[in-house]
């Protein structure tokens, strides 16, 4: 067996692949090693702004990035710049968005378990929506409204549909820690509770079916269950949540966020919903995922009996999803792109975890060595934004490149940065 050299469909809109290089933005990746060194987290701002612009042109106004997938000061700007709303769900994730200068007015706060001091805060900047999600909450936010802060809403509805990668399912029992369920009553009654309060806007419901959805499928269950639920309500917003899956490895492919919107309009339609009603969504990884790719430089190759063991100089700290979800990526060798990739091997990280696995089957030409520089596409969301410390190992940087041009929007932590905390 053997792969295909380079996929340039995994990779930013803008790649060009030349016989011993790869240009991002018009930028060498070759490059781009040598002067910031790796591991490094290479965004193309073409497509970030084109998926940007492809959401705010596929939705009504309210569509959000969750930030969640991939966060920093230039990437809030961006999203903001391109016309898009935040979702944020911490403390933190809200404070990073408005230190990078995102108006509040456009800020949607999520979360199963806002702290007080997160609500407070919330209400006090005035953001575009905080989305309710349970009993306890509320009883928060009676505490917190007033004339000079009141609230602006939604409701999380669980609405029994969970979308699974190639399908869907209905679950009876909602067995979920987020929102409220319909089936039980308890989204009629935060309704209630929520009408009856003073100061309290309530503009419809929010779901969020689950991620890496490939199939529409899903989504169209949902917006005809959100539609039957809301009718009569006089709501003037209903959000079908993020969950737009992307293209990881060869031979699969995704529906594109013009698509996805397509496809909920035409569901909504079906369903019947006044044509006041805001659709909005929030994609994360649809927006980030294929704008971003990861070097490393390959610094041990180890043959067992079983198999090769190729260990970079990155893994679990900064690209956890293999470990945490099994999930599959390609790697490349940069100064060979066009080589048919005729060995595999195991791509390993280098922490102390047998299962620091970047890529458990990954293919590379024969000539792949230590000192190879080795590119992994796909990995915009979720990686540096759920990158760790683990082994005390400094996060990589980030550097955005367009025009020809980089430029460094997250530096590469230091060991001082990584003892500040100690007390
Ligand atoms: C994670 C999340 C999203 C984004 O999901 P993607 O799969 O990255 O599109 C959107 N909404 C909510 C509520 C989420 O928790």
Redesign the pocket.
């Known amino acids: 067996m053997s792969a295909e050299s380079i996929l340039t469909a995994l990779l930013p809109d803008t790649a060009e692949v030349l016989d011993d290089d790869v240009l991002i933005g018009g930028v060498s990746l070759r490059h781009l090693a040598a002067r910031y060194g790796t591991p490094l987290f290479v965004y193309d701002e073409v497509t970030l702004r084109a998926r940007c612009a492809e959401a705010v042109a596929a939705f009504d106004d309210g569509v959000a990035f969750?930030s969640?997938?991939f966060l920093c000061g230039e990437m809030a700007r961006l999203a903001h710049d391109e016309g898009l709303c935040i979702?944020v769900?911490t403390g933190g994730e809200l404070d990073l968005v408005l230190r990078a200068g995102v108006p509040a007015s456009r800020v949607i706060v999520?979360g199963n378990n806002k702290l007080p001091s997160e609500l407070e805060h919330a209400l006090e900047v005035g953001v575009h929506r905080i989305v309710v999600d349970n009993f306890d909450e509320i009883a928060r936010l009676a505490t917190l409204v007033s004339p000079e802060q009141p609230l602006d809403c939604l409701i999380r509805v669980t609405p029994g549909v969970e979308a699974h990668t190639h399908e869907f399912v209905r679950t009876g029992q909602e067995d979920t820690k987020f929102g409220f369920s319909l089936v039980s009553g308890d989204a009629r009654r935060a309704i209630d509770e929520l009408r009856a309060m003073a100061h309290v806007t309530l503009h419809g419901v929010h779901a969020?079916i689950g991620?890496?959805i490939f199939e529409m499928a899903g989504f169209e269950e949902e917006v005809k269950i959100l539609v039957d639920f809301i009718a009569g309500e006089g709501f003037d917003e209903l959000c079908v949540?993020?969950?737009?899956g992307v293209a990881y490895v060869a031979g699969e492919s995704s529906k594109s966020l013009t698509q996805w919107g397509e496809a909920v309009r035409v569901a909504t339609r079906a369903a019947g919903l006044d044509v006041a009603v805001r659709v909005t969504a929030?994609?994360?990884?649809?927006i980030v995922a294929q704008a971003g790719v990861t070097l490393y430089t390959v610094g041990a190759v180890k043959p067992v009996t079983q198999r090769t063991y190729m260990a970079v100089d990155g893994g679990m700290s900064d690209n956890p999803r293999p470990v945490l979800y099994g999930s599959g990526y390609e790697a490349f060798d940069v100064a060979t792109p066009r080589a048919a990739r005729t060995r595999s091997v195991r791509l390993v990280g280098r922490h102390c975890e047998s299962g620091d696995v970047l890529i458990d089957t990954a293919w590379l030409p024969a000539t792949t060595a230590v000192g190879s520089l080795i590119v992994t596409p796909v990995t915009g969301?979720?990686g540096y934004s759920m990158a760790s410390n683990y082994n005390r190992v400094p996060r990589p940087a980030v550097i955005f490149v367009g025009g020809g041009a980089a430029r460094l929007v997250l530096r590469r932590e230091t060991f001082d940065d990584l003892a500040r905390l100690e007390a």
């Open positions: 969750a969640k997938s979702d769900a999520h969020h991620s890496q949540g993020g969950g737009l929030e994609p994360g990884r649809a969301a979720y």
